[in-house]
């Protein structure tokens, strides 16, 4: 690797130059490297078990993880989550992210292109990533708020146009902007809007949250806009509400908003990532078509075995990926290795309850515990 990646902060001088939203996107990257911000509560999937299958038909080394995810055939069902972009650093991150996926035969989200829209001068770190993987399956990213707000289908076919995208990710983040120091808390017209961008839009919607969990109530709203993927995005992994009170405590001092016991509480606030699964899954009888990611606190192959039975079509996850290439300079052979060791515990499971495909993973029913 020509260039280290050990430290991607900016100089002071350069950080006074930059804008929030460069320096935002920034921070949250550095804490996410460095700060306890996960849940306290778990992704939940310790609550579900497979019964032990001790005559397995099959040969471990046949077993096929392939899949296919929005009508295109994928290696695994896996993808790294929507993170990055928007600030000097982050051009060699979701390069060497992009890579990783490329080389593996795996789709890939950008972070918030918010950014994108606001100037010109970081837009080459979201159009990097389709030079780097030309031919997987790319996701573009804005927030729900930006959406709510209204862009215009100018502003829409910029982001879609700069990495040449295959879909577009929506993120819901109302505890996120809830604790965010600038964050905008009017989602007022959001369905309305995302009804109109699924109309015009003729690429899939991807609607997801980043780690407090979709139901199945507002995934049917959802649904009935127009969405084509739920990405559930529950709790049990990365905490916004962590990362954001701590942004909130660097630049104000302190978290005195809310009364101590409401904070705990917040704190904790979402739905953990298997529940999501099976209350969203339920809906597939009525939306045929719908296809569902399992995001939130996924590290392993195991809970990306149960998301499957538990009806995702694929899993995904996002700080992971981000802590294996920037810690301790692990770069891209790091993320391919990490995601492989899980697609190893993922066949160890398919292996153990019989199954040799990912369809026929998809039928292995799980007992749920109390
Ligand atoms: C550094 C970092 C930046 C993120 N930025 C975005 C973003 O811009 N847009 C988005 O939809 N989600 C963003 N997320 C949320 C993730 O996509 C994901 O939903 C969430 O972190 C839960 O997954 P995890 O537990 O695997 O990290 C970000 C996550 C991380 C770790």
Same mark, same amino acid.
């Given at each position: ?97 992009? =890579?990783?996926? @490329?080389?593996? $035969?795996?789709?890939?989200?950008? &972070?918030?292109? %918010?950014?994108?829209?606001?100037? *010109? #001068? ?54 996120? =902007?809830?604790? @965010?120091?600038? $964050?905008?808390?009017?989602?007022? &017209?959001?369905? %309305?809007?995302?009804?109109?961008? *699924? #109309? ?7 609607v997801k ?5 979709i139901?199945?109530?507002?995934a049917?709203?959802l649904l009935?806009?127009?969405a084509?993927v739920i990405d559930v ?47 969203v ?9 719908m296809?569902l990611i ?77």
């Amino acid at each position: 690797m020509s260039k280290s990646l050990a430290n991607i902060s900016l100089p002071a001088e350069e950080t006074a130059l930059v804008s929030a939203t460069e320096q935002r996107k920034q921070s949250h990257v550095e804490l996410c490297l460095n700060a306890d911000v996960d849940f306290v509560i778990t992704n939940g999937f310790e609550r579900y078990r497979y019964a032990h299958n001790a005559a397995p038909e099959l040969n471990f080394s046949d077993i096929d993880l392939s899949t296919t995810f929005l009508g295109r055939r994928i290696s695994y069902p896996f993808m790294i989550s929507s993170m990055t972009g928007g600030y000097a650093g982050a051009t060699f991150v979701n390069q060497l992210l992009a =890579e990783a996926c @490329q080389e593996l $035969g795996i789709p890939f989200g950008v &972070g918030s292109m %918010r950014q994108a829209l606001e100037n *010109t #001068t970081q837009r080459e770190s979201f159009s990097v990533v389709r030079r780097a993987a030309p031919t997987i399956q790319i996701f573009a990213n804005i927030g729900a708020a930006e959406v709510a707000a209204g862009l215009s289908p100018a502003q829409y076919r910029l982001l879609i146009d700069l990495i040449q995208a295959d879909g577009l990710i929506v993120h819901l983040n109302p505890a996120q =902007e809830l604790f @965010q120091p600038e $964050g905008n808390t009017n989602f007022k &017209g959001l369905l %309305r809007e995302l009804k109109i961008l *699924t #109309t015009e839009l003729s690429l899939p919607i991807i609607v997801k949250e980043v780690g407090c969990g979709i139901s199945a109530p507002v995934a049917e709203r959802l649904l009935e806009a127009g969405a084509r993927v739920i990405d559930v995005a529950g709790a049990g992994g990365t905490n916004w509400q962590k990362v954001e009170a701590l942004r909130h405590e660097h630049k104000f001092g302190n978290n005195a908003r809310f009364s101590p016991s409401a904070l705990a509480e917040l704190m904790n606030w979402g739905i953990p990532t298997a529940q999501c699964l099976e209350d969203v899954s339920s809906l597939r009888t009525r939306y045929p078509e719908m296809e569902l990611i399992s995001s939130g606190g996924i590290t392993n192959g195991i809970e990306i075995a149960k998301s499957l039975s538990l009806g995702a079509t694929i899993a995904a996850s996002a700080k992971p990926m981000i802590q294996a290439l920037l810690v301790n300079n692990g770069g891209k052979d790091a993320v391919k290795s990490r995601i492989q060791t899980m697609m190893n515990d993922l066949r160890a499971a398919m292996f153990l309850v019989g199954a040799k495909s990912i369809a026929s993973l998809r039928e292995i029913k799980l007992v749920k515990t109390a």
